[in-house]
């Protein structure tokens, strides 16, 4: 079955401490992004990754990095985490980014920075 | 400034009635455009894609059009179901691998 996956689904942290929102794909995608959904303000793309070791700005990528160094994975990391990275985070994959296909979105992950 | 709004932000509809979800796109520049179903608390499912060459994809009750001209599509819902109560999402596509989402349409029918 084609699934993206993230871990953690909820977490609640406390402000500075570091931590990564894990995202796996089985479908063998070149394209992959993180987005936030925030009230009133819907998805905002923070990176996308074309391919492994290829990376780029979304609108919001202030306060995150990301890597790819497998085409499977694409992780999130807050390296210092403020209460306003509050939000649901969703990782999504497609084929090839140019092409017209179907984007696949994992579950999302719930964070609460306090 | 590529910009996509949906209208309305909510409908509420009795069960059997056909309906129409907006999306309007400021830049007509899109690759495709994308309608997604969204449950509370749940990610994204694709529903529709249009390619920028295409006028329509239908699939079940659901069909959606593509006016790039005028920077406008539209979701048709046949004969709406309890079952079909989510928020709906549209994303328009760019050159920059850019995908921008309107701020979706919470849809409920109720019996």
């Known amino acids: 079955e084609a699934q993206v996956t993230q871990n953690p689904r909820y977490l609640i942290t406390v402000t500075g401490k570091k931590l990564t929102v894990t995202c796996s794909q089985n479908?063998?995608?070149?394209?992959m992004s993180w987005y936030r959904q925030d009230p009133g303000l819907g998805l905002r793309q923070i990176y996308y990754?074309?391919?492994?070791?290829?990376?780029d700005k979304g609108d919001v990528p202030e306060g995150y990095k990301v890597s790819r160094k497998e085409k499977r994975n694409f992780p999130l990391i807050l390296e210092s985490p403020s209460p306003n990275q509050t939000s649901l985070y969703f990782c999504?994959?497609?084929?090839?980014?140019?092409?017209?296909?179907?984007?696949?979105f994992g579950e999302g992950s719930w964070l609460t920075v306090v | 400034k590529q910009e996509v709004t949906q209208i309305p932000a909510a409908l509420s509809v009795p069960e059997g009635e056909n309906l129409v979800l907006n999306c309007s796109f400021t830049?007509?520049?899109?690759?495709?455009l994308q309608w997604f179903r969204q449950d509370p608390g749940k990610g994204l499912t694709s529903l529709l894609l249009?390619?920028?060459?295409?006028r329509e994809q239908t699939s079940g009750r659901l069909n959606a059009s593509l006016d790039k001209s005028s920077g406008r599509s539209t979701l048709y819902i046949a004969a709406s179901q309890p079952g079909d109560s989510a928020t709906y999402l549209c994303?328009?596509?760019?050159?920059?691998?850019?995908?921008?989402f309107g701020t979706g349409t919470r849809l409920q029918v109720f019996p």
């Open positions: 999504a994959s497609s084929s090839t980014g140019y092409s017209g296909n179907t984007i696949y």
């Open positions: 479908m063998n995608h070149e394209y």
């Open positions: 990754s074309m391919n492994v070791e290829v990376t």
């Open positions: 830049d007509s520049a899109i690759y495709n």
């Open positions: 249009i390619q920028s060459s295409q």
């Open positions: 994303a328009a596509r760019y050159n920059t691998d850019k995908l921008i």
